[in-house]
């Protein structure tokens, strides 16, 4: 790494006795870390027991620094999303973030899923709502996917700029996540980013970016919400100057400190948190939280009525997979999808991409894998067999099991989902996407 393109902007951040410290750490890989999945929204009354030693991120009650394993999703538990793995770092913003259960919630750069996951997990069993927002087209199947790990379908994902979202979305939320694309200086360790991450041509040109992003996304907050600003670079410029412009031109927003994140202050206006390789155990961040001025608006939200409390037989194909209280389906050509009852009710976003039920990807519809992990009581499916833990590992490396249950059933692990089987006389044939799959000896159910 040259050594102006590493300093440049720095000052003013660290003590110069640091900076070596930090140049080291940058390319190396930060140890691994965990985000617990919430007890309300694991769906079981076993405490969790992990398979492997921890101790807690200082910033976020629910993370975890693994401790004698380096490869946390080697274990039976990460394939049921007990927990996700996450970079320590980037807890940071969602500790600025303190989702509530019934808060509507937009993540404006969502992919690949890491923080919005983590959002749907609170907000999904409480009655909230999520929006998912990902620019990047190719970068929505992996959204698509870890946000069917939490297994609630009280989100939508969209595809747009965030300055397109205004006109659907305007004042909707009472918090907003902007983690912002940058040059991902805390990258480089992973191989994803190179020096050139430290450019000053490149800093500049995701500066311009970012606030941009920010001036579209403060249109979605409602009076007196929040949103929280986050990057993994360090530079002052895609940072604290992106936001000190932004609150200069924004005179109804305000800079909210949080109780317990003193350690971790930036030394630079207006503030915010940081957090460093060689200090702190992760690769790297900045988030900030800045509150709009108001006293909220939940009160206006109309009242709608909870759907019947019948639940009604769910047929994909020529098979009955379910019961379900039916939401609003649409169909999209090869996939059906549902909304929540209630968000459709609120919302008027026709591009916006709901639960995912059926896909045809031939002649035939298929049960959706979505709609196999999802854990709220509006589903129950028709068929559930519990495997022990052999089998859970052959079925997530994509094998046929013997012969058991007839027809569509989903398979679970201690009572969590895993996915679709469907069985004849003869055998119990796969049904988990090949994306899902995983190799039978990195799977492990105890401890290493």
């Not at 659907?168 to 190179?194: K, Y």
């Not at 970012?210 to 530079?235: E, N, P, W």
């Not at 047929?315 to 549902?338: K, L, P, Q």
């Not at 896909?359 to 499916?381: E, I, S, T």
Request: glycine content about 8%.
């Amino acid at each position: 790494m040259e050594t102006f393109s590493f300093s440049t902007g720095l000052t003013g951040l660290l003590p110069q006795h640091e900076l070596a410290a930090l140049r080291q750490a940058v390319v190396s890989q930060p140890p691994k870390a965990i985000r617990l999945r919430p007890i309300a929204a694991r769906g079981a009354a076993e405490q969790l027991s992990l398979p492997f030693s921890t101790e807690p991120v200082p910033w976020y009650p629910a993370g975890h620094f693994c401790l004698d394993t380096h490869q946390p999703g080697r274990f039976l538990h990460h394939a049921v999303g007990d927990y996700f793995i996450q970079d320590a770092g980037s807890m940071l913003a969602l500790r600025l973030l303190n989702p509530r259960p019934t808060e509507w919630i937009a993540d404006v750069c969502a992919a690949p899923g890491g923080k919005a996951a983590a959002v749907l997990e609170i907000v999904g069993p409480g009655g909230g709502f999520l929006l998912a927002n990902e620019p990047i087209h190719s970068r929505l199947p992996p959204l698509e996917y870890n946000l069917a790990r939490v297994g609630f379908p009280r989100c939508l994902m969209t595809a747009r700029d965030p300055e397109q979202l205004e006109r659907c979305w305007a004042e909707r939320f009472d918090a907003v996540l902007v983690d912002a694309p940058c040059t991902g200086q805390a990258l480089v360790g992973r191989g994803r980013q190179s020096a050139f991450a430290f450019s000053p041509d490149r800093v500049a040109h995701a500066a311009a970016r970012q606030r941009r992003i920010l001036d579209a996304a403060a249109t979605l907050v409602q009076s007196g919400g929040r949103l929280v600003y986050s990057t993994c670079t360090f530079a002052p410029a895609e940072n604290e100057q992106v936001v000190a412009g932004f609150l200069q031109e924004h005179t109804d927003w305000q800079v909210e400190p949080v109780v317990g994140l003193e350690s971790w202050l930036s030394p630079l206006e207006p503030g915010g948190y940081r957090l460093y390789p060689h200090r702190d155990r992760c690769a790297g961040a900045y988030a900030i939280l800045l509150r709009r001025d108001g006293s909220g608006r939940d009160s206006d939200r109309p009242h709608i009525d909870p759907p019947a409390a019948t639940l009604e037989p769910l047929t994909i194909g020529d098979a009955m997979v379910g019961s379900t209280r039916s939401g609003v389906r649409t169909r999209r050509e090869r996939r059906w999808e549902e909304w929540p009852l209630d968000i459709a009710q609120r919302v008027n976003d026709a591009a916006a991409q709901g639960c995912e039920i059926a896909y045809q990807p031939g002649k035939h519809w298929m049960p959706a894998h979505a709609l196999a992990l999802r854990r709220d009581p509006d589903w129950v499916p028709a068929t559930r067999l519990d495997l022990d833990d052999e089998s859970a590992a052959r079925y997530l490396q994509g094998l046929a099991l013997p012969a058991g249950p007839l027809g569509w059933c989903v398979a679970t692990w201690r009572g969590h989902p895993l996915g679709w089987l469907r069985g004849n006389r003869d055998r119990c044939n796969n049904g988990l996407p090949a994306s899902a799959r995983l190799g039978f000896a990195a799977l492990i159910a105890g401890r290493q």
